[in-house]
């Protein structure tokens, strides 16, 4: 059974930083591409950043770019997202896939609120 379990629930200050993590088990992590996706509150998904298989190419959406780094650890199966500079706006459920839109994680919630 594939599961994807992501971490750092958290509640953040305008500006500050969190960092994401996404564990995978039951599956052979180093072939799939992964990506994070949000949902902020009464609004649609939002595809938010991805990573290849290995990790050397990466995309965000222009929303992030410059605050945000996805970054993955094969070895350990675990995903992440480093985020900086946090706003409001970027307040919302984050989800962990894998293979395009294939495997989800549960979500975990995001606040930045001062």
């Known amino acids: 059974e594939v599961q994807l379990v992501e971490s750092g629930v958290g509640l953040v200050q305008p500006g500050g930083p969190l960092r994401l993590s996404c564990a995978a088990s039951?599956?052979?992590?180093?072939?799939?591409?992964m990506m994070w996706v949000r949902q902020a509150p009464g609004k649609g998904l939002e595809w938010v950043s991805g990573t290849d298989n290995g990790g050397e190419h990466t995309a965000y959406v222009d929303s992030v770019k410059g605050r945000f780094t996805i970054s993955r650890d094969n070895a350990k199966s675990t995903l992440y997202l480093q985020m900086r500079s946090l706003k409001p706006e970027d307040t919302g459920v984050y989800f962990c896939?894998?293979?395009?839109?294939?495997?989800w994680g549960q979500g975990t919630q995001v606040t930045v609120s001062s």
């Open positions: 896939i894998a293979g395009g839109w294939r495997f």
């Open positions: 039951g599956l052979a992590f180093d072939t799939y591409s």
